[in-house]
C-alpha cells in the first residue's frame, strides 16, 4: 500500500480560434523545473474542478477562460506523488496571457506538442489532444 502524497491538479488545454495549444514553461526551480506543461494547479479542499482551472489560469498566466469538457482524466505515479490530472478544455474570455507564475508561454499548433519536453503524465493529455 502506498503511502505517497495524492495530488488532485485542474489542468486547462486552452485552445484559440486557429486551433493552437496555450502551452507554458516551468520555472527552473522546484519538481520539474523548465519542463513544459499545461497550465493548472492543485485543487483546493471544497473547490470544484472547474473552479480551480479558471483560478490557476487567472493567477499563473492572467487569462480568465471559460472552462469546457473533460479531455481526459490521468492518475500517473511520480517516484515521490501521485498525481490525478483533471483535464479540461478550455477557451479565453478575457486577457493577454503574461507569464506571471511561469518562464514564458507559447501557442503550439497540436501536431507540436511532440517537439516540447513534458514531464511524464502530460504525454496521455498531448495523445488525447493530437486525437480529437
Known amino acids: 500500500m502506498s503511502s505517497l502524497p495524492h495530488k488532485q491538479i485542474g489542468v486547462a488545454v486552452i485552445r484559440d480560434r486557429q486551433g493552437k495549444i496555450l502551452i507554458d514553461r516551468r520555472l527552473d526551480k522546484g519538481e520539474m523545473a523548465g ?11 471544497g473547490e470544484t474542478v472547474e473552479a480551480c482551472i479558471a483560478r490557476e489560469i487567472q493567477e499563473e498566466i492572467n487569462l480568465q477562460v471559460e472552462v469546457g469538457d473533460r479531455l481526459i482524466l490521468i492518475e500517473h505515479d ?3 506523488f501521485k498525481v ?4 479540461h478544455w478550455c477557451s479565453v ?11 514564458e508561454i507559447l501557442w503550439v499548433n497540436p501536431n507540436e506538442l511532440g517537439q516540447y519536453q513534458f514531464p511524464e503524465a502530460n504525454q496521455s493529455i498531448i495523445e488525447a489532444i493530437q486525437s480529437s
Do not use: M
Open 93 to 103: 474570455l478575457a486577457g493577454d496571457p503574461k507569464p506571471i507564475e511561469c518562464a
Open 84 to 87: 490525478s490530472l483533471h483535464v
Open 78 to 80: 511520480y517516484p515521490k
Open 35 to 45: 519542463l513544459w506543461e499545461f497550465p493548472g494547479g492543485k485543487i483546493e479542499p
